[in-house]
């Protein structure tokens, strides 16, 4: 499977090519939210490498310039794609001159055993993206289950700097038992924190998955996803840091995606997406009737 959006690629925009590898997913499956291991297939013996080359070519065209691999769980993880199947899809999109590959890991996948030969005579910047959700502690084990700390975040990445390869940090806006206000306050404090070690910060408003805690608590009215005002918010007080700051929401304006109101979601959705490629926060200045809604709820906690 793939899809393409653009994408901010070594300072210019440009067509970016996503393709969904059929690996067994991730081991962990533990997080509150994700059940994305789910559509994982069972069987293990599927040649990762031919699937790729396949998915690839039927998707090329001359003005793909970054490839965005995606496993359903990590790359890195020699269960899931072997280090010898790893280092042919690099050098694949190496020798066709792809400018940069992103690949997803867990921190206790990014060790240099896994990185060494990856790295090794190919022409081509490799960026490691990692689900670090959070930096508080506290939420990555109560809220998320995320199965790691911080400080292991803190050690992968300073491998990741040894080899000169990209630091990708994904940051949840809104994990399960936050509400808004917490939930915008630890987006914003989180990278903050990481704005000195990753390069790209990509914050991911939640929704709500099937066969999760979080559709269990959705389902009883426990929870909901972010408002987008509150993405708004968190972009702008996040536009000026050292790393790209950038967004793509999924589900935007649905039910079990983050929302406004049928006004305004189509609008506030494509001004995320533009900022996204821009960082330019005079994009996010919008205005609409269900604002007051949402600034009532913040004070109301």
Not at 29 to 51: A, T, V
Not at 169 to 181: F, R, V
Request: with cysteine.
């Amino acid at each position: 499977m793939f899809f393409y959006n653009r994408e901010k690629v070594q300072g210019r925009e440009a067509k970016a090519l996503s393709i969904i590898l059929p690996t067994v997913g991730c081991m962990w499956r533990k997080c509150n939210m994700c059940s994305y291991f789910e559509d994982s297939p069972i069987n293990s013996s599927i040649d990762i490498f031919s699937e790729f080359v396949n998915e690839f070519n039927n998707a090329y065209d001359i003005e793909i310039k970054k490839v965005k691999l995606f496993t359903s769980g990590s790359f890195l993880d020699p269960r899931e794609i072997s280090p010898n199947d790893a280092n042919k899809i690099v050098s694949f999109l190496s020798d066709k001159g792809v400018c940069e590959v992103t690949l997803e890991s867990r921190p206790e996948f990014i060790i240099e055993e896994n990185l060494t030969e990856l790295t090794k005579n190919n022409d081509i910047q490799i960026e490691v993206a990692v689900g670090i959700e959070s930096a508080n502690n506290r939420i990555l084990k109560h809220s998320i289950n995320k199965g790691f700390t911080f400080v292991d975040y803190i050690s992968a990445s300073e491998i990741l700097k040894k080899f000169n390869i990209k630091n990708k940090a994904y940051l949840m806006i809104k994990p399960p038992y936050l509400n808004e206000k917490e939930a915008i306050y630890d987006a914003i404090l989180s990278a903050k924190l990481i704005e000195d070690i990753a390069d790209v910060i990509s914050f991911n408003p939640m929704t709500v998955h099937k066969n999760t805690l979080v559709e269990y608590l959705w389902n009883k009215g426990e929870y909901s996803p972010p408002w987008g005002w509150s993405i708004l918010k968190i972009l702008k007080e996040t536009s000026n840091l050292r790393p790209d700051i950038i967004c793509h929401p999924v589900a935007f304006g649905r039910s079990r995606g983050p929302k406004n109101c049928k006004i305004c979601n189509r609008e506030i959705e494509k001004r995320i997406l533009d900022f996204s490629l821009k960082n330019d926060p005079k994009i996010l200045e919008y205005e609409c009737e269900c604002k007051k809604e949402w600034e009532e709820e913040l004070l109301k906690l």
